[in-house]
């Protein structure tokens, strides 16, 4: 079978399935002889038996594998094996996964979309280095063959059949500040005016479980505890007084001692136990219902495959987010019971991993209704969850080392298909005897990684993660990375409009770097945007090796030039993060802000990092107007043509060389 772009060959005997590019080159090939010098084989061709189905594919000798999702491992996937089955994954030190997507990405020029919920397990060339291997539990195995050019095409291609991210509101892009969890009006309130006395940039305070009832259970049933939050209605006003939105927290499993368990089981709403066939007891305590154990109390789950029970926990969601609340954290939902019969007659195995989705989905949904953008905050996910934004990674503990696993498990999240990704600054938990709560080095480094990423919030359970609670140095630090985040809030929801186009906010850099192998094997720096490097530091001080990729690059504190490909030995105090530019970028630059939407960019600014190209394009949105504007650079003459501003904004060219941190970089042109 052939078109413009690709043939594909079937051979009868032995059967083998090969796609080539229009040049024949041959970029898959199924493997039906992965055998020993005995004839055993290490993996059978692909066929069936015993209810499983697989596809087992060649290895190139190079080729390097990416994506499946959100995993905590070396981002090059070679030598790995995974089990596609979301989990509570209770960190990110282990092969368990909170995010799987059937998306796998070859370094070839392929891609497999493995199209369907079963379980799955991908065997990467561990077993043998000569192939690779997914098998499906079920009775029939639907893939996707994906043809492109570099990493982009590929999930570009995936794109075109799960659907494109949405772009959060610009909002979003600011820091937000969380911890497990504050448990009072009045603790919000304090946490919320110190921010602003502090002057450390912050736009959401988010409330873990404890804003409602059954504390006890750290979850409940969507009811304030207005003993402990009086008027919630009134604390979100006085709290949007100060610039500041709310985000609460919710999860899809129902404590069996409460209402809304009673509601929903007599209303035919939440799982039933396959046990159970015959209507709910009405016992009040759950019984006939599918129980989710392992998290707090045994609770029931909502059946998002009903349209009546999704519109019932619509309603419970539009209730708050009418008095308020701007964003919902969709906490949890990998825990399907193996027993539940849902209402569409969808096997729980194959509901598993879809649950998430659903649930995830109807909040959205919700929230969109209700404000006008689609916004969550979620943990786990599966293929088409890049549709719903925002997820953040696991609950990772306050190491360097789970520091590092959380910016591979993101930047994997990123290959899957997702545009926008965070992590919990500062780590979530300690590991007792072996851990404190964050050490304020780990903190600062931490928050350097984090306020330089997609989406940037501070939270944990073992102690406070507001900066104060660091002393100094760290408060002043984290300030100045809070204060930089806001000033390039222009460039990063610039940047961010691209994800409709596949294109996502961060991502490693074998994305814009396809062809250079030794990018598939850098998992420890990334870009932001188009233009930034960001080379997280996973210790206190000293040196770290940051690989530039093709092109020149500018040391953002220095204006020191660097040209690539090249690696480069960085010496980093506590204040510093290796961070870089690219050579003819032309960063647009805000104002100083307390919260984004605290005034229009004005004075809006451009940094000119000079290159060989002189000529930029920029275009700029707020929410409030759209800026167009064209701008050239030749030698010692800018011309900014275009736009529509009330005042002269500044130009500064950066010129290679060594510039001390605290000065005026460059030289600045005022536009008339």
């Not at 010496?571 to 290796?578: G, I, V, Y």
């Amino acid at each position: 079978m052939r078109t413009s772009a690709l043939n594909l060959t079937i051979d009868r005997e032995p059967y083998r399935l090969r796609l080539a590019d229009a040049s024949g080159a041959v970029r898959f090939a199924e493997e039906p002889n992965d055998q020993d010098i005995r004839g055993a084989y290490h993996h059978f061709p692909s066929g069936h038996a015993r209810g499983l189905r697989w596809l087992t594919a060649a290895l190139q000798p190079t080729e390097a594998l990416f994506g499946l999702g959100e995993h905590f491992g070396a981002l090059d996937r070679r030598g790995q094996a995974f089990s596609s089955w979301t989990v509570d994954a209770f960190g990110v030190r282990s092969d368990r996964a909170y995010k799987n997507v059937p998306l796998l990405l070859s370094s070839e020029g392929y891609a497999v979309f493995v199209d369907m919920t079963a379980p799955l397990y991908y065997e990467l060339g561990q077993s043998s280095v000569a192939a690779w291997q997914v098998t499906a539990r079920a009775n029939h195995l639907r893939l996707y063959l994906i043809l492109g050019d570099g990493i982009a095409p590929l999930i570009q291609g995936y794109h075109q059949l799960t659907g494109s991210p949405v772009v959060p509101p610009d909002w979003s892009f600011g820091f937000w500040i969380s911890r497990w969890g504050y448990r009072n009006r009045e603790e919000v309130m304090a946490v919320a005016r110190r921010m602003r006395e502090e002057r450390v940039p912050c736009d959401v305070i988010h409330i873990d479980p404890y804003w409602m009832r059954y504390h006890e259970g750290h979850h409940g049933d969507f009811v304030w505890d207005e003993s402990a939050f009086p008027d919630p209605g009134g604390m979100i006003d006085e709290l949007r007084d100060l610039g500041f939105r709310v985000s609460l927290w919710e999860s899809p499993y129902v404590p069996l001692d409460s209402e809304m368990c009673a509601d929903g089981e007599r209303r035919g709403f939440l799982m039933k136990s396959k046990s159970i066939t015959s209507s709910p007891s009405g016992g009040g305590q759950g019984e006939g219902l599918a129980l989710v154990h392992g998290f707090a109390k045994p609770s029931a789950a909502v059946d998002f495959t009903n349209p009546d029970a999704i519109e019932w926990f619509k309603t419970k969601n539009r209730e708050l987010l009418e008095i308020g609340v701007a964003v919902i954290k969709t906490d949890f939902a990998e825990d399907l019971p193996d027993d539940a019969v849902a209402y569409d007659g969808t096997p729980a195995e194959e509901l598993h991993n879809l649950y998430p989705l659903l649930y995830q989905r109807a909040v959205f949904e919700a929230t969109k209704e209700v404000h006008d953008y689609g916004l969550i905050w979620g943990r786990s996910g599966y293929a088409g969850s890049q549709r719903y934004p925002v997820h953040w990674g696991g609950d990772p503990a306050c190491t360097f080392a789970d520091m590092a696993a959380s910016l591979r498990g993101a930047l994997s999240w990123i290959l899957s298909g997702a545009a926008f990704a965070s992590f919990d600054i500062g780590g979530f938990f300690a590991i007792p005897t072996l851990t404190d709560p964050p050490s304020p080095e780990l903190y600062v480094r931490w928050a350097q990684m984090g306020l330089l990423f997609s989406h940037a919030r501070a939270h944990g359970h073992t102690a406070p993660r507001e900066p104060w609670a660091y002393g100094e140095p760290a408060l002043s630090i984290f300030r100045r990375y809070a204060q930089l985040r806001y000033r390039l809030l222009p460039y990063l929801y610039s940047a961010a409009l691209r994800a409709v186009d596949g294109i996502p906010l961060v991502r490693p850099l074998l994305y814009d770097h396809p062809a250079d192998p030794t990018t598939h094997h850098v998992d420890d720096e990334y870009f932001l945007g188009p233009d930034l490097l960001v080379a997280p530091m996973f210790k206190p001080r000293g040196t770290r090796d940051v690989y530039l990729p093709d092109g020149g690059w500018y040391d953002y504190w220095t204006d020191r030039r660097f040209d690539g490909p090249r690696w480069i030995r960085y010496d980093a105090d506590l204040e510093t993060l290796p961070f870089f530019v690219r050579a003819g970028a032309v960063l647009p630059i805000g104002p100083d802000l307390q919260y984004a939407k605290e005034r229009p960019w004005d004075p809006l600014s451009f940094e000119v990092y000079l290159g060989n190209e002189g000529i930029s394009d920029i275009e700029l949105t707020d929410d409030q107007r759209h800026l167009r504007f064209h701008l050239t650079v030749e030698d010692r003459i800018v011309l900014l043509e275009g736009g529509s501003l009330d005042y002269a904004p500044i130009v500064r060219i950066h010129r290679p060389g060594s510039v001390p941190i605290d000065s005026n970089l460059g030289e600045s042109v005022e536009l008339t």
